[in-house]
């Protein structure tokens, strides 16, 4: 449910971004870990961005999968299904190295 | 036309946060993020640690609805205010913001934030805490930290409540401690039971160190 919160961020950032311009898209960077649904966003969107100047944006989601380093034998690896444990060594305990991003890459706004 | 902005989505929340943190370190008072699911014991743990603590202690407390938590808080003669997010999954900074303004944190040295009861939105959302513990507890099940990585991995301590409970519940505590680890390696894990008392102490030891 925290989406609408995460989606009214979104719209502020994008409307403070380019003041009296239409914004016509907006590129979200998503990591895997970020706890973020896509579709909740979409859903969202619709309705904080109504009787705005980012009504009807188009929206692209990026997304970055999660990459973790073996705190052990320093391995890095994707992770797959939820699965922390490294395939190289077994060790269980990795350090994020990327998946968690969330924000705002760009804007696409009328010329 | 494209435009970079490369802005992170929290960025609102981030910032109030930092102004939180600089309230309570210029009011001498640490605090203390309190997340769980519904029913695991947030509450039960904030009140036998004011008992235990021997610091002046306040707290926020954060529900959907009703003030069944802050009047329990509250008889303990202890300053607390209570938030309604009114449906909201969770706590966010300016939230907290508003809600200190209500309370008085003169002399107090650690502040309790009861998060909303859930282990998916509160991980999101930092307050201006110096610390996130997370509460697990038995009858929830051993599972926990593999189904909720996001909530596990931001935890700065764990608390497993509900431990009286272990003969009746199959629950491996090996299999959660290493769900937890496999996410946090650094995280301590504190074993207790709100209800005995057991495991208590060491909890207590930990909060004394972070307020001192």
Redesign the interface.
């Known amino acids: 449910m925290h989406e609408l919160a995460i989606t009214q961020n979104i719209v502020d950032i994008a409307l403070r971004s380019a003041p009296e311009r239409q914004v016509k898209g907006i590129t979200i960077v998503l990591g895997e870990l970020s706890g973020i649904v896509e579709d909740s966003v979409r859903f969202c969107f619709d309705v904080v961005a109504a009787d705005t100047a980012a009504k009807g944006a188009a929206l692209t989601f990026r997304r970055v999968p999660a990459h973790v380093r073996c705190t052990k034998c320093a391995f890095e690896f994707k992770l797959d299904n939820g699965d922390w444990a490294c395939p190289q060594c077994g060790h269980l305990g990795g350090q994020v190295m990327q998946g968690r991003e969330c924000y705002i890459e760009s804007i696409d706004v009328e010329d | 036309?494209?435009?970079?902005?490369?802005?992170?989505?929290?960025?609102?929340?981030d910032q109030m946060a930092l102004e939180n943190k600089k309230l309570f370190d210029g009011a001498g008072v640490v605090a203390i993020n309190i997340m769980a699911s519904p029913g695991a014991g947030k509450t039960s743990l904030i009140l036998k640690t004011i008992d235990l603590l021997g610091l002046p202690v306040a707290v926020v407390e954060g529900d959907i609805a009703s003030t069944f938590d802050a009047e329990k808080v509250g008889a303990k003669k202890v300053p607390v205010v209570q938030i309604n997010t009114g449906g909201?999954?969770?706590l966010?900074a300016a939230m907290i913001r508003k809600a200190v303004k209500r309370l008085s944190l003169k002399g107090a040295r650690v502040l309790f934030v009861e998060n909303v009861g859930n282990l998916?939105?509160p991980?999101?959302?930092k307050l201006g805490e110096s610390a996130r513990v997370v509460v697990a507890s038995v009858p929830e099940g051993d599972d926990k930290p593999?189904k909720y990585?996001?909530m596990f991995?931001a935890a700065t301590a764990v608390v497993l409540n509900k431990m009286d409970t272990l003969p009746v519940i199959d629950f491996d505590v090996r299999r959660f401690k290493?769900g937890v680890?496999?996410?946090n390696?650094g995280a301590p894990i504190f074993e207790v039971s709100c209800k005995t008392g057991q495991g208590l102490d060491s909890w207590i030891e930990w909060l004394r160190k972070l307020a001192s």
Request: charge should be positive; include cysteine; hydrophobic fraction near 45%.
């Open positions: 036309m494209k435009i970079k902005i490369v802005k992170n989505i929290l960025d609102a929340n909201a999954c969770h966010d998916v939105c991980a999101e959302f593999y990585p996001g991995s290493k680890h496999a996410v390696a």
